[in-house]
C-alpha cells in the first residue's frame, strides 16, 4: 500500500484547538499542503487558527464547533464531514483525561470521559470505515491513544481503560477491513507538553514530557506509513520492551509511588497557598 500523501486533500483533525491537535494540524498545513477540517468546542481556537493556516501555509481550512461527548453533536458533526465525499483522512485525536484518585471521579465526570474517548472514536471509526468500505477510495484514519492504553497509569484508572479500549477495538478492527488503499493507525504516546498535562497535578512529572512538536511530527509520520501501532521516542519504545521482562505488579507499583508522590506535592502547594 502507498504511503499517505496529504497535499490538497481533505484531513479531519479532532481535538485541534489546543495540544497535540493543533500542533499536527499546524504540521499537516505547512509541510504536508493539506487542507483541514478543525473540530472542537472553542469557536475561538479553531477560528484563529483556521486564519492563521489559511493566510500562511495557503491552504484552505473549514471548522466544526463540537461537543464529542455528545452523540447528537458527533453525529451531526459525521454527517457534515461526509456530505461532499471528500475526506481522504481522519485523526481522532480529541480526549480528555482524569489524574488523582479514581475514588475521588465522579460518575458524571467519568461519562462524559467515556463518551468523548470512546463512544465518540467508535461512533467516527464505524461511519468511516462504511464510508471508505463502500467507495474503495484511498484514505486513512489515526486514532490516538496513550502509551496508558499499554501500561495502564495508577491514578489515571479510567483514562488508561478507555485508551486500551480504542487500542484494542482499531487494531483488532484494521484486520476485518477489506479496502486495501484504506488504512486504519493507533498511535500511543506516553507524556507529552500540553493542555492536559499543565495542571498542577502534572508539575512534578514534567521531566518526563514530550515536546509536542516531537510527538505531532511522529505521528504524522506514522499514520502516513499506515503503521498499524506507533509508540513515539526511543526511549519509550526501549523503556516499553524491558517492561516486558519485570512483573506487571512491580512496574505498577514503581508508577504508583511517581504519581502519588505528584499529586501529594501539588495538594501540599495548594494548601498552603
Ligand atoms: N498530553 C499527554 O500527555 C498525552 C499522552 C498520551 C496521549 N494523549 C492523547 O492525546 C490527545 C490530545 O491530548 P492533548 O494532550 O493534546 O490535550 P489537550 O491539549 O487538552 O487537547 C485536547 C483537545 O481535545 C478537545 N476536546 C476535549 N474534549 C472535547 C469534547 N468533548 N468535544 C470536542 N473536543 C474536545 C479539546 O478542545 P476543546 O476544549 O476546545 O473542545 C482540545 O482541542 C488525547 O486523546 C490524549 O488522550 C495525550
Do not use: C
Not at 468523548?116 to 467516527?124: A, E, H, L
Not at 486500551?164 to 504516546?189: C, D, G, R, W
Not at 499543565?198 to 503503521?227: C, T, Y
Amino acid at each position: 500500500m502507498s504511503k499517505l500523501q496529504f497535499k490538497n486533500k481533505w484531513v479531519l483533525v479532532t481535538g485541534a484547538s489546543s495540544g497535540l491537535g493543533e500542533e499536527m494540524a499546524r504540521q499537516l498545513a505547512f509541510q504536508h499542503g493539506a487542507n483541514l477540517i478543525l473540530l472542537a468546542r472553542r469557536k475561538d481556537k479553531l477560528e484563529q487558527l483556521k486564519t492563521e493556516l489559511e493566510k500562511e501555509a495557503k491552504v484552505s481550512v473549514k471548522t466544526i464547533v463540537a461537543d464529542l461527548s455528545k452523540l447528537d453533536d458527533v453525529d451531526r458533526a459525521i454527517d457534515q464531514l461526509l456530505a461532499d465525499g471528500q475526506l481522504y483522512a481522519a485523526i481522532l485525536n480529541a480526549g480528555i483525561t482524569y489524574f488523582g484518585k479514581h475514588a475521588e471521579l465522579s460518575w458524571e465526570q467519568f461519562q462524559t470521559m467515556l463518551q468523548t474517548n470512546v463512544v465518540s472514536v467508535v461512533r467516527f471509526t464505524n461511519r468511516l470505515v462504511s464510508h471508505f468500505e463502500s467507495t474503495g477510495k484511498s484514505g486513512g484514519v489515526l486514532i490516538v491513544s496513550s502509551m496508558a492504553a499499554i501500561h495502564p497509569v495508577p491514578y489515571q484508572s479510567a483514562y488508561s481503560g478507555t485508551k486500551s479500549f480504542i487500542l484494542s477495538f482499531a487494531t483488532a478492527l484494521m484486520h476485518e477491513i477489506k479496502n486495501k488503499q484504506f488504512s486504519l493507525s493507533v498511535y500511543a504516546p506516553g507524556g507529552i507538553v500540553t493542555e492536559m498535562t499543565a495542571g498542577d497535578n502534572f508539575h512534578d512529572l514534567q521531566g518526563w514530557l514530550m515536546p509536542v512538536k516531537q510527538a505531532a511530527r511522529e505521528g504524522i509520520d506514522a499514520f502516513r506509513s499506515r503503521k498499524l501501532i506507533h509508540v513515539p521516542g526511543i526511549m519509550n519504545r526501549v523503556g516499553g520492551f524491558f517492561m516486558k521482562f519485570l512483573s506487571k505488579r512491580f512496574v505498577m507499583g514503581k508508577m504508583s509511588k511517581v504519581y502519588e508522590k505528584s499529586l501529594v506535592k501539588a495538594q501540599e502547594r495548594n494548601s498552603k497557598s
